[in-house]
C-alpha cells in the first residue's frame, strides 16, 4: 500500500478478546489493499490489546490506538473519524466480522454509482436482512429514512458525506440519528446484496443484549435521538423532502418510551399510569399530536391505543400553559424518582 489509504476501517473494541480473533481475521483476508483498519482499545481490560498487537505485528493495514480511560462507543468512533486517512469511511463492531470481499465489493459500488454511499445486506440472529439490489432514491416521500438499516456498522460513506457530523456520546442507540443523517445528507443509497456483515446477537457484552434498554436513563436517551434528528434538516439542501418523515421518527422513538416504562424494574401501578400521562401530554408538546401522525402505521396503533386508554385531559391542559423545556424537566423529574413495589 503506497501513500494514504482509499479506505479507513474503524474498529472500536471494549472487552470483546472472545470475538477479536475472528472479526480480526475477517479483516486481515480482505482482498481489499487499499485499506486501513484503525483498530481503537477503549481501556480494555481482558486480553484485548495483546490480540491486536499480534494483528498489528504482521499486517501493516492495522493501527493499534489504545485510550486510558473508558469513553464509550461513541467517543471512540468520534476519534476514529478524525484519525482515519482514508476518502471513504466504514465501521466494523469488534464482535463482528465481514465476508472477505466485503470492502472491496463496497468500494467499487462507491466508484461505480458516484454516490456518496452505499449498504449491503447482512446476517443477524443467522437470518439474512436487507433491502434489495439497487438504488434507494430517500428524495422519494414514500421511502422511509431507515431503509437500508440504520445501524452504522452495514455502511460505507465517503468522507465528504460524513463531513463535521459525529456520534451522539454519552447516548445508547447513537447509530440512528448519524445513519438517518447520512441518508438525508446523501439522498440517495446504493444497496448490493454481493457481500455481508455478520452481526454478532449473542454477545453478553453487547449494549443490545442487556437490560440497558429498558431503563429509566433510556426514556432520557431517546428523547436526545429524536431531538438530534433536527441538525440534519438544518444541513439538508432539501428540507421539504424530509420534514414529515422526520417528525415522525421523533414521534416513533418518543413512543417507543412507552415500552421502557413497561419494563421499569419492579412499577407500581400508580407510578406507570402517572409516567403514562406525562409521556403522552410532554410528546404532544415537543413533537405534535402524534394520534393524528401516526394514525396510518400500524406498527405504532397498539401504544397510541395503550395512551388513549390512560390520558389525564387536566395533564393535557397543565402542560399546555408550561414552556416546552419546564415540561421536559417535570418529565426528567418524574422518570429519575418512580416508584417501586416494595418487594
Not at 480494555?44 to 489504545?66: G, N, Q
Not at 462507491?110 to 434507494?136: A, C, N, P, Q
Not at 455478520?198 to 431517546?222: G, V
Request: one cysteine or more; hydrophobic letters at 35%.
Amino acid at each position: 500500500m503506497l501513500g494514504l489509504p482509499k479506505t479507513s476501517v474503524i474498529v472500536p473494541n471494549y472487552n470483546n478478546a472472545k470475538f477479536l480473533n475472528r472479526c480480526l481475521t475477517s479483516l486481515e483476508n480482505q482482498t481489499e489493499q487499499d485499506i486501513e483498519f484503525l483498530l481503537l482499545d477503549d481501556a480494555s481490560t481482558d486480553e484485548s490489546i495483546s490480540i491486536m498487537e499480534t494483528y498489528a505485528a504482521k499486517d501493516s493495514r492495522f493501527k493499534l490506538y489504545s485510550f486510558p480511560k473508558n469513553q464509550g462507543v461513541s467517543v471512540v468512533r468520534n476519534q476514529g473519524i478524525h484519525l482515519a486517512s482514508g476518502i471513504y469511511l466504514g465501521f466494523v463492531d469488534s464482535d463482528d466480522f465481514v465476508d472477505e470481499n466485503y470492502f472491496e465489493i463496497l468500494k467499487n459500488a462507491l466508484e461505480d454509482t458516484h454516490l456518496s454511499m452505499v449498504g449491503t445486506s447482512f446476517y443477524k440472529e443467522g437470518k439474512l436482512s436487507g433491502s434489495s439490489e439497487g438504488i434507494i432514491n430517500y428524495l422519494n416521500p414514500n421511502t422511509p429514512l431507515t431503509k437500508g438499516g440504520v445501524s452504522v456498522w452495514n455502511h460505507l460513506f465517503t468522507r465528504e458525506l460524513v463531513g463535521n457530523m459525529r456520534f451522539l456520546t454519552h447516548c445508547r442507540f447513537e447509530d440512528a440519528p448519524f445513519t438517518i443523517s447520512m441518508h438525508v445528507l446523501g439522498e440517495k443509497m446504493y444497496v448490493t446484496n454481493k457481500t455481508n456483515y455478520h452481526y454478532q446477537s449473542d454477545n453478553p457484552m453487547s449494549f443490545n443484549n442487556q437490560q440497558a434498554s429498558f431503563t429509566k436513563e433510556s426514556i432520557l436517551d431517546r428523547f436526545q435521538v429524536a431531538d438530534s434528528l433536527d441538525a440534519c434538516l438544518l444541513k439538508s439542501k432539501n428540507p421539504l423532502y424530509f420534514e414529515k418523515r422526520i417528525q415522525k421518527l421523533k414521534m416513533s422513538y418518543a413512543l417507543d418510551c412507552l415500552e421502557v416504562v413497561d419494563q421499569l424494574p419492579l412499577i407500581t401501578w400508580d407510578c406507570w399510569y402517572d409516567l403514562c400521562n406525562h409521556l403522552d401530554a410532554l410528546i404532544c408538546k415537543k413533537y405534535g399530536n402524534f394520534r393524528s401522525v401516526m394514525a396510518n402505521d400500524l406498527g405504532y396503533q397498539r401504544l397510541i391505543d395503550y395512551f388513549n386508554q390512560v390520558q389525564d385531559e387536566n395533564l393535557q391542559q397543565i402542560y399546555s400553559k408550561m414552556d416546552t423545556k419546564t415540561c421536559e424537566e417535570v418529565f426528567q423529574q418524574k422518570v429519575k424518582n418512580y416508584q417501586k413495589r416494595s418487594v
